[in-house]
Structure formats: structure tokens, C-alpha cells
């Protein structure tokens, strides 16, 4: 064994000629053939970035997108991006959102020729994300289904297209975002599971469901001040995902209040430890990292345990991603040694 395997949970900085740094959502600064050259130029940095670092799995840095949910619906048809309306996200905040008016239809690939690229650029596994169904449908007003269920399984049909093309495009590891399974535990019971078991049917690649407790923006860390000294959420949602066909889960783990044994409810699947809190720019130091794996690894078995990020860090300054990549390999090394396993 070649140590415990590192990956980040999906998005890196975008370079500040291609988008406005350390913001969500923001707009592009290339448009035309320039943009799409741009794209890809920042593929080929997010690669040399995380190869660099001592990244083991890679991603494209999300650099092809604004936004982990939009950028995928914007790709469908049967949603209007013009006449927005407001939502409640998560339970937790407003946002102005796109509609759904009418059946929603994958018309063509979405982040295909993005992942063909991305295999041009490095042999090592290589790992994609998209949105999970449940957190989809709390990204919109749907105007059309009038059920989050129905339009759940919906979107998982269209997600399973797309997901076996990525894996046919050479992609090793495909990655749901389901942030939302955090919040509505009863529509997680009732169908959120058997959605993100639809959207991986018939995927012989690995498949991971990443759930966290959101970005470092105000309206999260004003709701992480509610939930008290001890963060159980992952107790409603463990057992069900340790039933289920989904391989991997992606947690929060560094400087959060998960109480770090709910790990042992996810036994026989691979865990992957959220060992760099993307909500600071304080860069964790190699051994920080290697407590909180330490500290996971006495709950789950070293060839299930893998190091990760919380979330994405597109928010972060470019330099301060870089150096909590290498800190993240660095800890993660510090755990293999111990173990006798580099
Ligand atoms: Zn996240």
C-alpha cells in the first residue's frame, strides 16, 4: 500500500484572470473562445497545483464552473435562468433562484469533454463531482413536478447519463454533493437515498457522496452556532448510507464538532476525512492533520480511511489552497509512516 490516498473535496481558486479570487459565484472575465481556451488553462494549473502538492487523486479544480449546482442546471432544459424567484436554501437562507417550468431534459453532455481533458493531463485516478438530487432540487423553485421527490428522481435519471459517460471518459471516482442530506433527515429516509442509488446505477467505477456543513459564508457559520456542543447530524444519515451501494462518504471533519466516533456507523465504507477546515485561511500545520486522521483512523480500517479537505476551497487565496494541499499530504504522510504502511 502506497500510503493513505489524499484528494480535496472538488474546487480549487480559480486564476484571477479567469474569474473575480476568493469569491462564490463569481462571474466570468473571459467570454467567447477565450473563455473556453481560459477553462481549460485553469484545468491544466488545478492538475500541476494538486500534482505538485503530493495530491493523489485529482480533480479539474471545478474550474469549468461558477457554481457547484447551477452550472450543471444551467446545462438542462425545462429551467428558466431569467425569472428567478426566491427560496428558502437548506432551511437556512434566501436566495433568488432558476424555475422549473416545465420537464427537465439533459440535451447533451454537461462536464464530459471537461473530464476528457482532464485525463490528458495526469495518470494518476482522477475524480469528478457533481450535485447530488436532493441538494439540486433545494437549489431551485419548481413551478412543474410540485413534488421535491419526484423531481429528485428525475434529476438522478439525468445525473446516471451523465455519470456513465464521465466514468467512460476514464473518470476513476464520480462525487455526488449532497450537502442537503445534513439538513431534511426525513426525505434523506424516504428518498434521497434511493435517488443517489439511481443516479450511480450501473457505475462500475467508485462513487462517493460528499456531505459537509457548507462553506465558510455568513448564513453557514451563523447556523453552525446553533447546533450546539455536539454536531449529531451524521448519526440520522450514517446508517442509511452504510447500507447503501454508494462507496465512499466525504465528511467535515477538521475543527468541527462531529463527535469523531459517529465514523464507526459507515463501517465496510471507505471514509474520507475532512482534515483541512476550508472556512479559514490559517493554514493547518502537517501534524494538525495528522491528529484528526489519527483520531478517525481508531474508527474505520486504514485501507477504508482516505484524507480530504471539509469542502471545496474556490474561496480561499490561491496560495493558501497550495499550502494546505501540501499540509494535507504531509499529515496524511505522517499517519502512514506510523502505520507502516509508506
Ligand atoms: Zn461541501
Known amino acids: 500500500m502506497a500510503g493513505i490516498q489524499t484528494c480535496i473535496s472538488g474546487s480549487l481558486p480559480k ?16 467570454d467567447g473562445d477565450e473563455l473556453i481556451e481560459g477553462k481549460k488553462r485553469a484545468i491544466k494549473i488545478a492538475v500541476e497545483e494538486q500534482l505538485k502538492a503530493g495530491i493523489s487523486i485529482i480533480t479539474d479544480g471545478e474550474q469549468t464552473r461558477q457554481h457547484f449546482v447551477t452550472t450543471f442546471i444551467e446545462n438542462l432544459s425545462g429551467v428558466d435562468f431569467k425569472n428567478k424567484k426566491k427560496v428558502r436554501i437548506r432551511d437556512r437562507y434566501d436566495a433568488v433562484v432558476p424555475v422549473v417550468f416545465e420537464e427537465v431534459k439533459r440535451l447533451k453532455p454537461v462536464y464530459v469533454h471537461d473530464a476528457r481533458y482532464l485525463r490528458t493531463q495526469t495518470n494518476n485516478p482522477i475524480k469528478y463531482t457533481l450535485p447530488g438530487p436532493m441538494t439540486m432540487v433545494d437549489t431551485l423553485f419548481d413551478d412543474y413536478y410540485k413534488s421535491r421527490e419526484i423531481l429528485a428522481l428525475k434529476f438522478a435519471e439525468i445525473l446516471n447519463s451523465e455519470a456513465k459517460e464521465l466514468e467512460a471518459a476514464g473518470v476513476n471516482y464520480i462525487q455526488f454533493d449532497e450537502p442537503a442530506f445534513n439538513v431534511f433527515f426525513d426525505d434523506v429516509k424516504h428518498w434521497g437515498i434511493r435517488c443517489l442509488e439511481k443516479a450511480v446505477q450501473g ?31 451524521y448519526e440520522n444519515i450514517f446508517p442509511l448510507l452504510a447500507k447503501s451501494k454508494i462507496n465512499q462518504i466525504s465528511l467535515e471533519c477538521q475543527n468541527s464538532k462531529v463527535p469523531i466516533d459517529l465514523i464507526k456507523l459507515l463501517r465496510g465504507k471507505d471514509v474520507l476525512v475532512g482534515s483541512i477546515d ?50 494535507l499530504v504531509n499529515g496524511s504522510k505522517l499517519l502512514s509512516k506510523e502505520l507502516g504502511i509508506i
Do not use: D
Request: proline share 5%.
Open 278 to 327: 476550508v472556512a479559514t485561511k490559517e493554514i493547518e500545520t502537517p501534524e494538525q492533520v495528522y491528529q484528526t486522521l489519527k483520531k478517525a483512523s481508531e474508527f474505520v480500517e486504514t485501507k477504508n480511511l482516505y484524507a480530504c479537505t471539509n469542502c471545496g476551497m474556490v474561496n480561499l487565496p490561491k496560495y493558501i489552497a497550495y499550502e494546505k494541499m501540501k499540509s
Open 15 to 30: 486564476p484571477e484572470w479567469l474569474a473575480e479570487p476568493e469569491k462564490l459565484w463569481s462571474p466570468w472575465l473571459l
Open 203 to 233: 457505475l462500475k467505477c467508485k462513487t462517493v457522496v460528499h456531505i459537509c456543513y457548507g462553506y465558510g459564508i455568513e448564513a453557514n457559520i451563523n447556523w453552525k452556532k446553533t447546533l450546539g456542543n455536539e454536531w449529531r447530524q
